[in-house]
């Protein structure tokens, strides 16, 4: 019979890999909400980053995989959608990830907006630590992200949007 607790069962979820920014776990991401214990079952509560997000499914089987190669059959995973997922909820481990993957991290808390007070956010580029930056798209390489380009390394970048 396989001992298992609740620690145990965060450290095999910070092996499972966001499936669309790979350098993050979806313990950096802050998606993995609650671990819940229950004689042999194991229920594993996520928040998706956003409503609709297409890697919610891909998530699940990757979790679902992870524990039963480690023993752990008897799981489930159920998704939340209350209270709402926010970059607020993003380990500082994660963001740094991001950076050094080269996508901005998000700044400032949920309440910041891409756009204050009219004018344009100024996001530090990853590659070159500038804050000469301009916004292309509000949508980047996925539906969380804008598109960035530095103004003085010329690169772009993706920028991991608050919300």
């Not at 956010?121 to 598109?147: D, I, M, W, Y």
């Amino acid at each position: 019979m396989l001992t298992i607790n609740e620690k145990k069962v965060w450290d095999l979820l910070e092996l499972v890999s966001d499936p669309e920014v790979p350098v993050l776990t979806i313990v950096d991401l802050g998606i993995v909400r609650g671990v819940n214990l229950e004689d042999d079952q194991v229920e594993i509560v996520i928040t998706p980053t956003y409503s609709g997000c297409p890697a919610m499914d891909m998530i699940s089987v990757n979790i679902k995989a992870t524990l039963q190669e480690h023993g752990l059959d008897n799981t489930s995973v159920k998704t939340v959608l209350s209270p709402a997922w926010t970059t607020d909820w993003m380990s500082d481990e994660g963001k740094r990830k991001l950076k050094e993957y080269g996508i901005a991290p998000p700044e400032g808390t949920v309440v910041d907006k891409n756009v204050l007070f009219g004018e344009e956010k100024k996001v530090e580029c990853p590659h070159c630590s500038s804050r000469n930056s301009k916004l292309l798209s509000q949508f980047g390489s996925t539906a969380c992200k804008a598109l960035y380009q530095c103004q003085d390394c010329k690169e772009p970048f993706d920028y991991f949007k608050c919300h």
